[in-house]
């Protein structure tokens, strides 16, 4: 049991390299406009996001770049989002709309991007969360990274991560632990397969004529997981996807409280596994690999030095993953804390799919929506 558990550390140690190195190299760099310089849509869906749009619009004010429109789609919300536009919109450049009730068959984020997208006018429309804090040079590094990667199709980044709060963060770093050390970042950017699909919803940035021909938001408008189905949806059109380290220049505090931190990721942690039997299965192996071997160790297993390896080994994997995102890197001395919260958000979301709804801001999804495509 132990030796197995060290084999798939092993391997996982072996993609956390390729990662760290692979993202090495994709480092957005600030640029400056040109005459070549693209024109951007910044389109922001947001339901219930009056604390945090202030951070964002403060950094994205249009009035300071040309070619730069920013949009934001009020998603029916109750807690002053509308109020504050309606008072400070206008004060960062930004023009912003209420979105129209949400459709039967539709999820909320999808909806309001495809509203979004319906008023964008500019080349390239970017996609960003509300919880999302941008450097102040965003625009113009990412404008840079448009212009080094001109083939790609899709572009998505990897941020920083806030950790508001030691369990919070514990379980946050679950995120970038399953990224880095499962994912050769190199096979989601250029395998063709759709099963490497990988991009992260808190920035995807799409050109307006290939968003036109894809229509991606009404494809995946039952998803849950709707960026990698976007990622997915390129990769079957035959584009590529480009994953940017955008650590330097943009920051999210997605999930403020542990509560709202694990219904955030139950919603999607099933569909992440891609059906609860295999949900399942991950619940054993990460009880297998990470957890069977400190058990054995506090019940004096005749293996100690295999066991410590193995502990030693799962400490380093989360905490470099978690360096990587910005986070602290003791928290791999915590890991075993990571874990089982991952499991319990786990096991609440194979309760919610098996239930065969799944609630997210205030809203339930029936399963034989979100499963309909």
């Known amino acids: ?30 640029g400056c406009a040109n005459a070549s310089t693209p024109t951007l849509s910044i389109l922001i869906p947001a339901r219930n996001e009056r604390l945090h749009l202030p951070h964002l619009l403060e950094a994205l004010p249009s009035n300071r770049y040309e070619g730069v429109e920013v949009w934001v789609c009020d998603d029916q ?15 960062y450049g930004v023009r912003w709309f209420r979105g129209q009730p949400l459709e039967a068959g539709w999820t909320g984020k999808n909806w309001a991007c495809f509203q979004l997208a319906k008023r964008a006018r500019n080349e390239w429309l970017v996609f960003l969360d509300a919880d999302v804090m941008p450097h102040p040079d965003f625009i113009d590094a990412l404008r840079a990274a448009f212009s080094v990667h001109h083939e790609a199709m899709l572009l998505t980044a990897i941020p920083t991560l806030k950790a508001s709060g030691l ?57 849950i997981l709707e960026d990698v189905g976007f990622a997915a949806l390129v990769k079957q059109a035959g584009g590529r996807v480009v994953i940017l380290d955008a650590r330097r220049w943009l920051q999210v505090c997605m999930y403020r409280t ?13 569909a992440i596994c891609r059906g609860v039997f295999r949900a399942l299965v ?49 928290y791999g001395l915590f890991y075993p804390i990571s ?22 801001k205030d809203r339930w999804y029936s399963m034989r929506v979100i499963g309909s495509r």
């Open 282 to 330: 991950v619940m054993v192996l990460f009880v297998w690999v990470y957890l069977v071997p400190l058990i054995q160790l506090l019940l004096l297993s005749d293996r100690p030095i295999v066991a410590w390896i193995a502990l030693l080994e799962s400490a380093v994997l989360f905490g470099v993953s978690a360096l990587l995102a910005g986070m602290p890197g003791w």
């Open 77 to 91: 919300s109750d807690d002053g989002t509308v109020e504050w536009l309606q008072q400070s919109a206008a004060t």
């Open 167 to 223: 369990l919070t963060g514990l379980l946050k770093v679950m995120v970038p632990f399953c990224v880095f050390t499962l994912l050769p970042l190199p096979l989601a950017e250029k395998a063709p397969n759709p099963a490497f699909a990988f991009a992260n919803g808190q920035m995807l940035a799409i050109r307006q004529n290939d968003y036109q021909r894809l229509q991606p938001h009404q494809h995946l408008r039952t998803a």
């Open 339 to 360: 874990v089982m919260l991952g499991l319990w958000t786990l096991g609440k979301s194979i309760r919610w799919y098996s239930r065969g709804a799944v609630q997210w």
């Open 1 to 30: 049991m132990l030796t197995l558990s060290l084999i798939i550390l092993n391997i996982q140690m072996i993609i956390l390299i390729i990662n760290w190195h692979y993202l090495s190299r994709r480092r957005m760099e600030r």
């Open 258 to 270: 542990l509560r709202e931190a694990i219904d955030g990721f139950a919603k999607n942690a099933v």
